[in-house]
């Protein structure tokens, strides 16, 4: 025999509604520490490429692309905020860098900021 339910058609359990919400509330704020990960991950693989090419191209053109890759990013990273140093034994180039990056959260009119230092950078033989 087949239980009927007791609820009427149309009526919502105040218990799915309340996990239903969490889950956006949690999507909503994933979506904005999602965002300045990203950010971070693709400048540290710009970096990583970058001292790939460090056998051919001079230091200044590769300071050059970065703070104009970090720029299209996003990122406040000017010239004089990139160590680029080459030497050592056996000879290899160190390419460095830091920031500070915001994850904003809002959420049901509450707005907090959280600080996030960044430190993009690599080791490459050359």
Known sequence: MV????????????GCLFSLF???AGVWVGINVVEVYWR?????????EQAGFAPVVEDQVIRRRLVAFSDTL???LGSRDWQIRRGG???????SA?????????LLGVRKVFPVAFRPGTRAGL
């Open 74 to 76: 996003g990122v406040p």
């Open 3 to 14: 239980a009927r339910m007791r609820n009427r058609p149309g009526k919502a359990h105040l």
């Open 22 to 24: 969490i889950v956006v």
């Open 89 to 95: 034994n056996p000879p290899q180039i160190v390419i």
């Open 40 to 48: 971070y991950y693709r400048l540290q693989s710009y970096v990583k």
């Open 98 to 106: 830091q920031y500070q990056d915001t994850v904003v959260i809002e």
